[in-house]
């Protein structure tokens, strides 16, 4: 029974990850579109915190599509913040 407990607890946040990933992503891309770059670029790079995979799977066995998906997703968000640096 308390197995049972265990395994649901730890699903959850899974789930919440991924809806809080995908509310910043659809925020940045509306603040974008709406023309406010700077705070679609802040939102973006924040969508990173939550990761919308497993968060207990390690860097090193995680799925190569995962990693290119985080890597493109870090880079996008560096390279926003640069150029928002230097115009």
Not at 28 to 51: C, E, H, P, Q
Not at 55 to 83: E, N
């Amino acid at each position: 029974m308390k197995e049972e407990l265990a395994v649901k607890n730890t699903e959850q946040p899974i789930i919440i990850n991924r809806i809080a990933y995908a509310m910043f992503v659809v925020l940045a891309v509306y603040l974008w579109v709406t023309g406010d770059f700077s705070w679609a670029i802040a939102n973006f790079g924040i969508a990173l915190v939550f990761d919308p995979f497993d968060p207990k799977v390690s860097w090193t066995k995680r799925p190569l599509y995962q990693k290119i998906w985080l890597i493109v997703h870090a880079m996008l968000s560096i390279g926003g913040f640069i150029y928002l640096l230097i115009k």
